[in-house]
Nanobody, 122 residues
Framework: QVQLVESGGGLVTVGGSLRLSCVVS????????MGWFREAPGKGREFVAA????????ARAPLGKGRFTMSVDPAKNTVYLQMTNLKVEETAVYYC???????????????WGRGTQVTVSL
């Protein structure tokens, strides 16, 4: 069974940076596309970014423009989400996900990690 494990969350001040990591237990046809979602308090789970393992096909939500960068390292079965200039509204649980095709909706993915908490404070 495919397992996804996120790490790198924590407490950061406004304007700070964090890099989240997600290790995939195995590469299969169902992990062809990797993505990041987040769920803020009182809000639904929203799309952040997605990428194939080659990095040639990517997608990013407007919320992360100029600040969030997703990258992949196929040799380590790991994907990353680099976040800079963090805002209070970025406070959320961040989830790593995997699916067969690139998608920007929750139901487009087959596997999900447990999530990692990111808290941005003044």
């Amino acid at each position: 069974q495919v397992q996804l494990v996120e790490s790198g969350g924590g407490l950061v001040t406004v304007g700070g940076s964090l890099r989240l990591s997600c290790v995939v237990s195995e590469r299969t046809s169902d992990t062809n596309n990797m993505g990041w979602f987040r769920e803020a308090p009182g809000k639904g789970r929203e799309f952040v970014a997605a990428s194939g393992w080659s990095g040639s096909s990517t997608a990013r939500a407007p919320l992360g423009k100029g600040r969030f960068t997703m990258s992949v390292d196929p040799a380590k079965n790991t994907v990353y989400l680099q976040m800079t200039n963090l805002k209070v509204e970025e406070t959320a649980v961040y989830y790593c996900d995997a699916g067969y095709q690139m998608a920007t909706k929750v139901d487009g993915y087959s596997y999900w990690g447990r999530g990692t908490q990111v808290t941005v404070s003044l």
